[in-house]
């Protein structure tokens, strides 16, 4: 059977190339499975100009949609092939980095077979990864490699064990020394494995230790939707839920348990999209517990909201170049003039996307606790 | 749109209980959303008999077939409503416990969007999980939790850095305790996320020790199927390639980084199924390393092979009632007549799966390292 599947494959791989020439004559022919497939799935695949291309099982259905493709146009249609497969390619280029996406099979949605699972939207989705052109930084290297601990922490003001991820550098616990800390919270719709999952927060950090670039920390990352349900939107997002668990229950947790330099000197807060909102209020209402603040696609601070209170060492604002970008530089030329250490970044050619997070966190990184 | 999901699904139970009276009169009506279901859905359920009754939306799909079910017939076709959503309940009740499953649709294998997923097979699968009577041994708990922590380790022989999770009790790191350690292995098609995520390795030695029943130890779970293929099978298997990296790899990786006691006399080695035949080549190669033995599903030691060589503490043999127990207590006897400290056990009522290598992991802790 297995060998069966392999002629299969070879054959349908190369029909597809006769039909592809006819199709698509534009199109880079350097497909190649995206990094994020399942062990020894050939599809989906990526090009080196952005394009996706996907391949899925399903003698008997009618239709198959992706939810990728050119923004607004309701995805990629598969065309089904006479060998069962439905195929098809975005009718575009896509940005590089990593996007969550769908199938969706005769009205039902499902993940693509071939591809990893990564939490968005409330829900296991499939990704895939266009490799960006400065994908190194990312990228698995042979350096010494911290680790991501799962810890489950007490929370009484949630009656439950909740799960945080701790990132470790390499060389933690093999002395007696301490280390700052960056809490940092992920998006509306995700959780707390998507900065080590979808975002490789722990190879970005060993890189840049590797590279010393950045003065080795600790970053946490915890649930942040603690008061939204399944069908709960963003309109009534209230913090005191998820400022409890973070600022009374996570905290004292973490340095109670780990080799924390435990003040606010040593302390940081960062978060994307409504992380970054997240961290704008918690910060706001406790200043006295951080002293770096980031805010990635995840809005501004203004002077006025911050007079009368501790002054941090750093403000943060980043987004993607598709995104609003003259806000954050904006906002951080305001700050500026009023006093503020402000850096703002614009990550180029992305969107509400992780590698302009990625990229975020990359140039976040190495002015934190310096 | 979230509000109209939560009126639609409202209808469809509402629906769906009149039609259960029709057709199915003897399954208890309590059933449950699944523990392992992704947050806030509400299928598949699990009743309290063990059936298990599943619902997938695809409007213009002909015909879904969910993998789980009485043995051998194919699995449970589910039934399309005029509602767009396929339905369905087990023929018969269903072993206690986690099973693996996937949805067939109009031909093509995926997942059901409603379920977590766990990585068997060569693939990640849906999940399903059966409360057992004795679940309260293996249940999220509120006693001091350990970590398990993602390890990227250097491996010269494969070229790579490899993943592996290591589990450390509560306390680790807190002092300059040292601990033992188990190098624990998963089964054919799995990977070394399956001891935690499937297993609950993790929760069963929490609550061990949170009731004194066991001595603090590390566990350390990684990927054995190092010379597999996707399209390899167990018939070829070679266990030099996976032996280098464990034992020259891995051990002396955990032993540098972890405040382990690195001897044999504190070091085990255990394995479910593949895992336990690859328990049992390595321990016998290298007896050097390891002072307890244990085979999960996964065969049986004689005293001839073990003839020569410096002798186990401990021979830890079982498996599900439902597999062939007579083989592992046979095999017991033999080894306890011969000189050796040999234990069997037999779980009741499973076969194998994943309640068998739960309750063996919670029978064999408490004879490590005494």
Redesign the interface.
């Known amino acids: 059977m297995?060998?069966n599947?392999?002629t299969l494959s070879l054959t349908a791989i190369m029909l597809a190339s006769i039909c592809r020439a006819q199709t698509s004559p534009n199109i880079s022919d350097d497909f190649k499975p995206s990094p994020l497939n399942?062990?020894?799935q050939e599809y989906p695949q990526v090009n080196s100009l952005g394009y996706a291309r996907f391949r899925?099982?399903?003698?008997?259905?009618?239709?198959i949609r992706v939810s990728l493709g050119l923004g607004g146009r309701g995805g990629t249609l598969l065309t089904k092939g006479a060998d069962?497969f439905f195929t098809g390619t975005t009718e575009g280029p896509m940005d590089e980095g990593f996007h969550y996406y769908h199938?969706t099979?005769?009205?039902?949605?499902?993940?693509d077979?071939g591809a990893?699972?990564y939490y968005g939207s409330?829900?296991?989705e499939s990704g895939i990864e266009i490799p960006a052109k400065d994908q190194d930084f990312y990228a698995?290297?042979?350096v010494p490699?911290g680790?991501?601990?799962?810890?489950?922490?007490?929370s009484k003001s949630t009656g439950t064990?909740r799960r945080a991820y701790?990132y470790t550098p390499p060389g933690y616990?093999?002395s007696a020394k301490k280390y700052p800390v960056l809490y940092l919270q992920h998006g509306w719709g995700e959780d707390e494995t998507a900065w080590?999952n979808q975002g490789r927060a722990?190879l970005i950090m060993d890189n840049l230790i590797a590279d010393a670039k950045v003065k080795p920390f600790i970053i946490v990352m915890t649930y942040g939707m603690t008061n939204e349900?399944?069908?709960g939107?963003m309109r009534n997002f209230k913090i005191d839920a998820f400022q409890t668990v973070l600022t009374e229950e996570l905290i004292p947790y973490i340095d109670a348990?780990?080799?924390t330099l435990a003040n606010r000197e040593n302390r940081a807060m960062a978060g994307l999209s409504m992380g970054g909102m997240e961290t704008h209020t918690i910060t706001l209402n406790k200043p006295e517990l951080f002293n770096y603040y980031a805010l990635l696609s995840g809005g501004t601070f203004n002077p006025e909201e911050l007079k009368g209170k501790p002054k941090p060492k750093l403000i943060f604002l980043s987004c993607g170049s598709k995104e609003r970008p003259d806000g954050v530089k904006t906002a951080a030329t305001t700050l500026k003039d009023a006093g503020f250490n402000a850096v703002s970044y614009v990550s180029e050619n992305t969107a509400h996307e992780f590698l302009t997070w990625r990229r975020s966190l990359r140039e976040l990184a190495p002015l934190l606790f310096n």
């Open positions: 297995h060998n599947f392999f399942q062990p020894g899925v099982k399903a003698p008997q259905a009618d239709s069962g199938l099979i005769d009205g039902g949605i499902f993940n077979p990893l699972n409330t829900r296991w698995l290297k042979d490699h680790n991501v601990q799962q810890v489950l922490f007490p064990s701790v616990g093999r080590s722990n349900t399944k069908w939107g348990n780990f080799q």
